[in-house]
């Protein structure tokens, strides 16, 4: 199993994303984000690997949801460019605009290309990758470094199932002006890809993170857990 070239194919990303802050004095807040990204995907050849389109085609959250809907609206169309590997790698994910729904929604998409090795992977094969990007995390300016344990554990029709295991790292500094801030986290992330016809047929998964917040200015530090789940499906695949 290999990636190939796509034209236009279509997916739906469903997140869930659960922060409990331990506030000082103890209380605890709890901030929930749930929302489901449509998007439509292209990969032409360019040398060894793959330009990579992704737009963003429409953007929805759940009933009650805390994202406003002009900021839903303004995501809407969104753009990213960069590159993809023969195995998978992404590189130089860039939008055409930028917002904090923008970053939240272009962090998760790596997600959506599992690293084969070298030659395709197969029924049997282990492998493991390593990688460091640089990514927008809620309000920090962050960098991380994570490894991932592949396995292909059998082949599901025309499907090759892959599980995943990755420990992450993640260092950051706050954007606003005023008391900066600093982020420390790791975490662990487990997912499950169905991988066929040169592309990733769906996928689901969980995150589990310990973040530390940290105001230097005035000695505050604030411990958050983050949770999450996440659901990949072809909904077209458009043509090859």
Request: proline share 5%.
């Amino acid at each position: 199993m290999t990636y190939r070239p796509m034209q236009g194919a279509h997916y739906s990303y469903e997140r869930r994303d659960s922060l409990a802050l331990q506030l000082p004095g103890g209380a605890t807040q709890v901030q929930q984000f749930n929302r489901t990204a449509y998007l439509t995907i292209s990969m032409a050849p360019e040398g060894n690997a793959y330009r990579t389109t992704i737009r963003l085609d429409s953007l929805r959250q759940e009933a009650g949801g805390a994202l406003p809907p002009d900021s839903l609206l303004r995501a809407e169309g969104t753009v990213w460019t960069g590159t993809v590997s023969a195995e998978g790698k992404v590189s130089d994910l860039k939008p055409d605009r930028t917002s904090g729904v923008v970053d939240q929604v272009g962090g998760s998409l790596p997600a959506l290309f599992p690293v084969l090795p070298r030659g395709g992977a197969r029924e049997g094969l282990n492998w493991t990758d390593t990688t460091q990007r640089a990514l927008k995390a809620d309000a920090f300016d962050a960098t991380e470094h994570a490894t991932t344990d592949y396995r292909a554990v059998k082949t599901d029709g025309r499907a090759l199932v892959i599980e995943t295991h990755t420990n992450f790292q993640r260092a950051g500094k706050g954007s606003q002006p005023t008391d900066p801030m600093q982020m420390t986290s790791q975490g662990v992330r487990q997912g499950t890809y169905r991988f066929g016809d040169g592309s990733v047929v769906s996928a689901e998964g969980a995150d589990s993170a310990e973040m530390t917040i940290t105001v230097p200015a005035v000695g505050q530090t604030v411990p958050v857990s983050q949770r999450a789940t996440w659901k990949v499906n072809a909904i077209g695949q458009g043509s090859r």
